[in-house]
């Protein structure tokens, strides 16, 4: 690594993260892609990526267990390890835990080329303190700021949520607030795609910030409403994730659009083009706009780039440079794209 590496080139805008006394840059980077998420990379590549994600001047990093089974972590704690633990914050899941896969760990599909473990789902109060513990150990760093509970929820569990929500309330939860208490961490959350999972949180936990994807984007606000209600009320943060809506803000309305993990409807295509027209009379990226667009609500503190190599975390950065004028959200609400309250001001 070279002595430049250790230079913010930019400096981003920080926001605080609820309640926890922490502040985080304005964009963030999810470390899925050093997990080899749908692609390969090697750890010069992972090293890079997190690179020019320092160099733009990001300073929050996200992670997990899961993400290539230790691998994501492993490369993240590699790089980060160089710099002062004061200078960045750090976030990654529990719920999982990542167990010895002797014969070579199951593929997924999703994480290629994983590392030999298998994962095992396990909120219970032991299983968060081990999985503390254990990533403490793979990312090889002397804290982990926040800690978010990976995918409890019915959008992954169905019919097994409800027992696993128990298994959660009456054991991990318990096992978080020790932690915090501790100083162990300094803030706990949620990390999900479903706003009734943080809405429920909010209820029966003291939680500092979700990580929520895809339900804060330009193609939808209608459930997310509440909860940015409530996060303001109650001191909460939302880093927002997954604003492509899985790809289609960002490339557009393309025959192979994806939405949501899977090929986009043609009612979701026909609202694309609708944003993509008014972007075109502004000559504003559809992605640029999709990208700032969360960033108007106060409840916000972050938007989290799951970016999978250098080339597109830049493209995202300067998306997020663009200048967006105020005409261009009054149009989108003219044209009934936006809701009136949805504008950013």
Not at 88 to 112: C, H, N, W
Not at 178 to 183: D, I, N, P
Not at 220 to 240: F, H, M, N, Y
Request: hydrophobic share 40%; charged share 20%.
């Amino acid at each position: 690594m070279t002595d430049s590496a250790t230079t913010t080139q930019r400096s981003l805008a920080e926001r605080p993260l609820g309640r926890s006394g922490l502040k985080v840059t304005v964009a963030s980077l999810g470390a899925g892609g050093l997990g080899n998420f749908f692609r390969r990379i090697t750890n010069a590549d992972a090293a890079g990526l997190v690179d020019t994600a320092w160099r733009a001047g990001i300073r929050y990093f996200d992670t997990a267990p899961f993400y290539g089974r230790g691998r994501s972590e492993r490369r993240l704690g590699s790089y980060l390890g160089d710099h002062p633990r004061e200078d960045f914050v750090l976030s990654t899941k529990v719920g999982r835990l990542m167990v010895p896969a002797p014969g070579g760990a199951q593929e997924d599909g999703i994480f290629y080329d994983p590392a030999p473990f298998d994962s095992v789902y396990d909120y219970s109060y032991d299983g968060v303190m081990r999985s503390h513990e254990m990533s403490l150990q793979r990312l090889g760093l002397s804290r982990i700021d926040v800690l978010l509970v990976h995918d409890i929820g019915v959008f992954l569990h169905g019919a097994d949520a409800t027992r696993q929500l128990n298994v959660f309330k009456n054991g991990g939860l318990k096992a978080l607030e020790e932690l915090r208490s501790s100083g162990a961490i300094r803030a706990y959350g949620l990390g999900v795609n479903e706003v009734a999972a943080c809405l429920e949180c909010l209820d029966y936990g003291n939680p500092d910030a979700f990580l929520l994807a895809g339900r804060f984007t330009l193609l939808e606000q209608d459930a997310v409403k509440p909860l940015l209600e409530r996060c303001t009320k109650q001191g909460a943060s939302i880093i927002v994730g997954g604003v492509f809506n899985s790809g289609i803000l960002a490339t557009g309305d393309t025959p192979d659009a994806r939405y949501n993990y899977g090929p986009a409807t043609k009612e979701v295509r026909q609202k694309v083009r609708q944003l993509q027209a008014v972007c075109e009379r502004y000559e504003i990226p559809l992605s640029a706009a999709a990208l700032q667009f969360p960033l108007s609500s106060p409840a916000v503190a972050s938007v989290l780039l799951g970016a999978g190599t250098s080339s597109s975390l830049t493209r995202c950065m300067e998306g997020l440079r663009t200048e967006i004028p105020k005409d261009f959200w009054q149009d989108l609400v003219t044209e009934q794209l936006l809701a009136p309250e949805m504008m950013p001001s």
